[in-house]
């Protein structure tokens, strides 16, 4: 292929390899099995949020950080974030909130993020004295040590 050609010319020449092809129509697009580097995950953050208003389209949260220093923040959220969650929230429940930074094959940084409801479940009476059994061997334990 000349260097002077058109991608079209290219594309028609029978010495075009699909690769090469498919760089000419997308020279963005890494080819398969090339020197590409992949997609990586080079940053991930998570909060604990705590809703304290929220309504049909938006919601206030406090959010509290999870593994990582850093401050309480209030923010904003749009409750379709949520999901179908979005539909049975209401002010007191706790999500989940995780951001990650992604770069992609050429670089640069994106930020993705995830809004999950904590659901507790139901607690049966077994788990509450099971719960409580383990609550007070660990106080046996540290008034042992202290006594």
Known sequence: MNPTSSPQEAINS?????AQTSN????????????????RVTGLNKWEGLILEVDDELMIAELT???HVGPTVVADFETHLLGEDAQI???GDVFYLTVRTVRDSTGYP???????LRRLG????????R????????LDEIEDLFG
């Open 14 to 18: 029978p010495i075009v390899s699909s």
């Open 89 to 91: 929230v209401t002010p």
């Open 65 to 67: 950080p999870l593994g």
């Open 131 to 138: 719960l409580n059994a383990q609550a007070q061997a660990r």
């Open 110 to 116: 994106s930020k993705t993020e995830h809004l999950r």
């Open 122 to 129: 139901v607690w049966t009476e077994d788990d509450v004295a």
């Open 24 to 39: 000419i129509m997308n020279p963005l697009r890494p080819v398969i099995g090339s020197y590409s580097t992949p997609v």
